[in-house]
């Protein structure tokens, strides 16, 4: 038996030996991981709230002595504003005036109505909107990465 067991020792010794890590792990406290992934997530939240989320109060468009209401849209990096509000039952004209050389920005699109229109840097070009429905109407460049909404409201509500 001391036999067996000295053949074992000695094929143990001679067993190869697995490559060390590069690296070393540092086991780190459960509450600093909780941290962490907190932190990241946050992160997220706010990276999504910034590129998809609404900011800013919506803008309202003022009528002139004919009665059509009027608004002028900064393109900038984005809409400014980027949330505008009209009256129903009244036309609107919106002026893109386009600052920002980006070709995303050369066109604003209007789904709900159908219309796109080119916008030329450095000019003012004006979308004449007829007398429209109360709704909420999204509106958005070419490449559908910089949004806006239109919200038409109930003039007696």
């Not at 792990?25 to 990276?47: D, F, K, S």
């Not at 999504?48 to 209401?69: I, K, P, S, T, Y």
């Amino acid at each position: 038996m001391a036999d067996s067991l000295q053949v074992a020792a000695v094929l143990h010794r001679s067993a190869p030996l697995a490559p060390a890590p590069l690296w070393r792990t540092l086991h780190q406290p459960l509450a600093l991981q909780l941290v962490v992934v907190a932190g990241g997530l946050a992160l997220i939240a706010a990276e999504l709230w910034w590129f998809l989320g609404r900011h800013g109060l919506a803008v309202a468009a003022h009528a002139d002595e004919a009665g059509v209401q009027e608004i002028t849209i900064t393109v900038d990096g984005g809409y400014l504003p980027s949330k505008i509000q009209a009256l129903a039952g009244r036309p609107l004209r919106l002026a893109f005036h386009r600052l920002d050389p980006s070709g995303c920005l050369a066109q604003v699109i209007f789904p709900d109505f159908h219309k796109t229109l080119d916008l030329p840097l450095g000019d003012t070009t004006s979308l004449e909107l007829p007398p429209t429905p109360a709704g909420v109407y999204p509106f958005h460049c070419g490449m559908a990465m910089v949004r806006g909404v239109l919200e038409v409201v109930d003039p007696a509500a």
